[in-house]
């Protein structure tokens, strides 16, 4: 079948550095996606990696290993704004998107 | 407008009735998609259109139909709701169905509730 896992939840100190894990189960493969869903907000892209490697862009950067099935989102110099739910969702071989239920993320000062 | 507009934004709606979800993009977006969210759970896909004129089934088509006349216009209706149809129903939509990042562009959501 197909599977996305992720933390339910993390906290995290504003001004530090987290990883947001994501592995992944999918019938073919076509890229990984990261969202960023503030509370009562629709979705927004972060991020696209189909290729191995590391992907920066700003203070967050996205890594994918295709052959681990697994996938970070890392956040640096965190700020209060950055409170919120981040999305990893799995394109398959139709293209269609499978969805990780999520990531709360909790930045405390 | 810029992007995609949901109406309405919330709605309480007894069981047994009919119900029908707007969405309009402005983006000339090829691909548009219907999601729900449930607590606990990832977005699934509902009903999906690669392009006007064509419609098709994703993980949770059961209860709910859709139709793409046009372009812009994709909405979803609920023909006889049901309380576990209760939940935040997102519209959103894209300029690829393939071949790259298919990167969706999200509506701000519907919040329906069903008694």
């Known amino acids: 079948g197909q599977n996305i896992d992720q933390p339910t939840e993390m906290t995290a100190t504003e001004g530090a550095i987290v990883q947001i894990n994501c592995t992944y189960q999918?019938?073919?493969?076509?890229?990984l996606f990261w969202y960023q869903q503030h509370a009562g907000e629709a979705p927004t892209f972060l991020s696209y990696n189909v290729l191995d490697g590391l992907e920066e862009k700003g203070r967050f950067s996205s890594f994918l290993s295709r052959s681990k099935g697994y996938s970070y989102l890392l956040l640096k110099e965190l700020q209060m704004k950055d409170s919120a739910s981040y999305l990893c969702?799995?394109?398959?071989?139709?293209?269609?998107?499978?969805w990780g239920a999520g990531t709360k993320l909790i930045i405390k000062p | 407008i810029a992007g995609i507009t949901q109406a309405p934004t919330s709605q309480i709606l007894a069981a047994g009735r009919r119900m029908t979800l707007r969405c309009t993009q402005d983006m000339r977006h090829n691909a548009m998609y219907w999601y729900r969210q449930d607590l606990g759970l990832g977005l699934r896909l509902i009903h999906y259109?690669?392009?006007?004129?064509?419609?098709g089934k994703g993980e949770v088509p059961d209860g709910y139909s859709v139709s793409r006349a046009n372009t812009d216009d994709f909405p979803l209706t609920l023909a006889s709701a049901v309380p576990s149809q209760t939940s935040v129903y997102f519209c959103?939509?894209?300029?690829?169905?393939?071949?790259?990042?298919?990167?969706?562009?999200f509506g701000a959501g519907s919040r329906l509730t069903v008694l």
């Open positions: 259109s690669n392009t006007a004129g064509t419609t």
């Open positions: 959103a939509s894209s300029d690829s169905t393939g071949d790259g990042a298919n990167v969706l562009t």
């Open positions: 999918t019938s073919g493969f076509n890229g």
């Open positions: 969702a799995a394109g398959d071989s139709n293209y269609q998107l499978i």
